[in-house]
T-cell receptor, first 110, second 113 residues
Framework: KQEVTQIPAALSVPEGENLVLNCSFT??????LQWFRQDPGKGLTSLLL?????REQTSGRLNASLDKSSGRSTLYIAASQPGDSATYLC?????????FGKGTRLHILP | EAGVTQFPSHSVIEKGQTVTLRCDPI?????LYWYRRVMGKEIKFLLH????????ESGMPNNRFLAERTGGTYSTLKVQPAELEDSGVYFC???????????FGSGTRLTVV
């Protein structure tokens, strides 16, 4: 059974710092991995999608890596801003469904 | 293009009542999914439609939940009768084909009192 774990559960950092969010999954037989952002009371916004054959994806200040063999992914946020405050969710796709982690609540201190 | 739209955004109902949630996927997306997040837990899969057919409904919690997708367009998720433990946020997502990323709606926050 696929399980997705995100560490840490919550994180507070001063504005301007670089930070890393971690995601691990138990079954390496995944189709792809997707990082989402959720703002309070809002839906899920897709940030980055990494196919199983890829090692990383970048979008602006965000960089996500995937090590399928070890069951790990990281989301790197450079030069954090208060607007980055949100919950970040990691999800792996297996078959026709995706399995989510519980998320990391990120708070960027102005 | 318009995104995935969900109605209503919030619903508060009494235990035993019926509630119907609606999802309008992105036009042309054959794959439609329902997920939900209950308090303190991770978002979990409920079911998957391919056009109007249920491809996988293994995540549906019990027979009080009924999902339909009329003509392969919008989908409804009915809870009848609602129980307290049904409270949570129900998300809908769509995807044009397998392997493509999901686009999620804003969710419906359901509160059963």
């Amino acid at each position: 059974k696929q399980e997705v774990t995100q560490i840490p559960a919550a994180l507070s950092v001063p504005e301007g710092e670089n930070l890393v969010l971690n995601c691990s999954f138990t079954d390496s037989a995944i189709y792809n991995l997707q990082w989402f952002r959720q703002d309070p009371g809002k839906g899920l916004t897709s940030l980055l999608l990494i196919q199983s054959s890829q090692r990383e994806q970048t979008s602006g200040r965000l960089n996500a890596s995937l090590d399928k063999s070890s069951g790990r992914s990281t989301l790197y946020i450079a030069a954090s801003q208060p607007g980055d405050s949100a919950t970040y969710l990691c999800a792996v796709r297996r078959d026709d469904k995706i399995i989510f982690g519980k998320g990391t609540r990120l708070h960027i201190l102005p | 293009e318009a995104g995935v739209t969900q109605f209503p955004s919030h619903s508060v109902i009494e235990k035993g009542q019926t509630v119907t949630l609606r999802c309008d996927p992105i036009s042309g997306h054959d794959n439609l999914y329902w997920y939900r997040r209950v308090m303190g837990k991770e978002i979990k899969f409920l079911l998957h439609f391919v056009k109007e057919s249920k491809q996988d409904e293994s995540g549906m919690p019990n027979n009080r939940f009924l999902a339909e997708r009329t003509g392969g367009t919008y989908s409804t998720l009915k809870v009848q009768p609602a129980e307290l433990e049904d409270s949570g946020v129900y998300f809908c997502a769509s995807s044009p084909y397998l392997g493509y990323g999901y686009t999620f709606g804003s969710g419906t926050r359901l509160t059963v009192v």
